[in-house]
């Protein structure tokens, strides 16, 4: 074979690991019960193709191809071993039988497979941080370096937060399965946390210097699609719909320097309108359901903004409305406090000032950054310039987010030249 | 597989009556997962106060009275049972009469060869 043809096929190989490889890997947990075993068997599937495909050619359906091959070195791997531990002969034997069915790789289990492994990795047994990252690792295929260089945490921490996953996985017999019917708005629930939380980490950093990280964002993204043509439950298009309707605005959220522009503030000629689009349709979708949940109503929320031509031709006194019935549904302060934000803008500061002065009163958000900006905000509106700069002190002095305090700082020497 | 399924809570939260309601919902659970083949062991422990700890050191038997640290949630009780996967296990934790007031805590059981069945 010519070294151009070989180069042909590996990068077709390249190409089938790109789009097959999760849900190789997906149906080979299935098939040999272990993730550690399946994961082997990819890796062996997939060396075994780039020798044999450059010889025999492509097969027909390489998926069923490298799952049959990874099924197969797993077993021939455990006979091998059997040498040195009998026990492993009989594992192997029952292993060899009870996965030789073909219907078992048909289409629909396969499909299925996808769903088992992300539910898995967002098992409520696991910790949190781990369901995060077995699902970057598992689902997305991101190594354990990406994965820590989006986190800002060291490899070696992700790498143990997976083996102690995995471990518990086997060892409590967490069950590779998609939920009962029951179990399944809690389970899904799950899931949609972990997708908006790999989301939101890549939108606004908790700290560091970067406020956006577009590979997790784009990450989610992937994710919800994935979801919602696995299982159209309307709260996951709900996500779907709010994640790229927040992401349609990436572009106009930050200045060339790195500095935060507020909704109000951004130009809204760099909004995605594909994005938009996609978006607001989701959202109709989500909503005609009659199931009305969260994620839906947030995103409702932003589909308002995103069809605004200019703050000033919001329709605030939907927003409000909307605000109102996530209220019932999700309770929270902090969507009081946005809530009291939207009534500002439809009834004057003053209102939205009342309400903000009540939920602090609470005493719930008085360590939340953005409950004192917003508070300084409405004052700043109101000519009190000496309480603005009270709550804009505090708000800085409780962020984390380095253009967050440039924004705040920002605003503050804005207040001096205001009063000077 | 076998889970241990370990009931934590304030001892002194239910009264008498409560503690006797509970007493029967708990044997009929029992019953329940005794057909379903799921049940091996159950029952409710005495308070802390009646427990005794012992100690072995240097070959010296220590006797002290209480249990062993002092914490706000104590174990007040056990269901050993068989289910195929943690997901069944938990089903059944979340069906304990105790798990409304307080925490199950779920513990797969190692099975080590060679013990009396």
């Not at chain 1, 359901?289 to 308002?304: K, N």
């Not at chain 1, 008085?366 to 109101?382: E, F, K, M, P, T």
């Not at chain 2, 659970?29 to 409710?44: I, K, T």
């Amino acid at each position: 074979m010519s070294d151009d043809a070989t180069k042909q096929v590996s990068a077709l190989v390249d190409a089938v690991y790109r789009s097959e490889s999760r849900q190789v890997l997906a149906t080979l947990i299935r098939l040999l019960g272990d993730f550690d075993a399946a994961e082997e068997a990819l890796h062996d599937a997939f060396t075994v193709a780039v020798e044999q495909w450059s010889r025999d050619g492509v097969p027909a359906n390489p998926r069923a191809w490298l799952v049959s091959t990874g099924r197969f070195k797993a077993i021939d791997g455990m006979r091998r071993r059997a040498r040195f531990d009998a026990s492993l002969t009989e594992l192997a034997k029952q292993l060899e039988s009870s996965t030789s069915d073909p219907e078992e790789w048909d289409d629909e289990s396969v499909e299925d497979d996808r769903l088992r492994l992300i539910f898995t990795c967002c098992h409520p047994a696991l910790p949190p941080e781990a369901q995060v990252a077995m699902t970057l690792r598992e689902v997305c295929g991101l190594t354990t370096d990406e994965i820590a260089r989006a986190f800002l945490t060291k490899p070696p921490t992700v790498a143990q937060r997976i083996v102690r996953a995995k471990a518990k996985i086997r060892d409590a017999r967490i069950p590779y399965v998609v939920p009962s019917q029951t179990d399944l708005p809690d389970r899904l629930d799950a899931v949609l946390r972990v997708v908006y939380l790999v989301f939101n980490e890549g939108y606004s950093a908790s700290s560091g210097g970067l406020l956006t990280r577009h590979d997790l964002s784009g990450e989610a993204i992937r994710l919800g699609r994935l979801l919602i043509e696995l299982l159209p439950e309307p709260e996951a298009v709900g996500l779907l719909a709010l994640v790229l309707l927040q992401d349609s605005r990436r572009a106009a959220r930050t200045s060339p320097t790195g500095d935060l522009i507020l909704l109000e503030d951004q130009d809204r000629s760099l909004w995605n309108r594909d994005q938009i689009a996609e978006g607001v349709s989701l959202v109709d979708r989500a909503l005609s359901s009659r199931r009305v949940g969260p994620y839906t109503l947030q995103a409702a929320i932003a589909a308002v903004h995103a069809q605004a031509a200019s703050p000033a031709a919001t329709d605030w006194a939907q927003i409000v409305a909307l605000y109102d019935v996530l209220m019932r549904a999700d309770p929270s302060p902090v969507v009081e406090l946005n809530r009291a934000v939207a009534v500002a803008m439809r009834d004057g500061p003053l209102a939205g000032l009342v309400l903000i002065d009540a939920i602090l009163a609470r005493g719930d958000l008085g360590s939340y950054h953005l409950a004192h900006s917003a508070r300084a905000d409405l004052c700043r509106r109101l000519g009190r310039t000496a309480e603005a700069r009270t709550s804009y002190e505090r708000a800085l002095g409780l962020t984390r987010q380095e253009p967050e305090q440039r924004f705040l700082e920002r605003r503050l020497a804005a207040l001096s030249d205001q009063t000077s | 597989m076998k889970y241990m399924l370990l009931i934590y809570g304030d001892e002194h939260a239910l009264s008498e009556t409560e503690r006797k309601d509970c007493y029967a919902e708990s044997t009929q659970l029992a019953h329940d997962l005794n057909a379903n083949g799921q049940y091996v062991a159950a029952n409710p422990l005495h308070p802390t106060a009646m427990a005794t700890s012992v100690r072995v050191r240097n070959g010296k038997r220590l006797v002290t009275d209480g249990p062993f640290a002092e914490t706000r949630e104590q174990l007040g009780g056990y269901f050993l049972i068989d289910a195929k996967d943690l997901d069944e296990a938990i089903a059944v934790a979340a069906r304990i009469p105790m798990a409304r007031k307080s925490t199950v805590e779920v513990r797969p059981v190692v099975e080590i060869p060679g013990l009396p069945t």
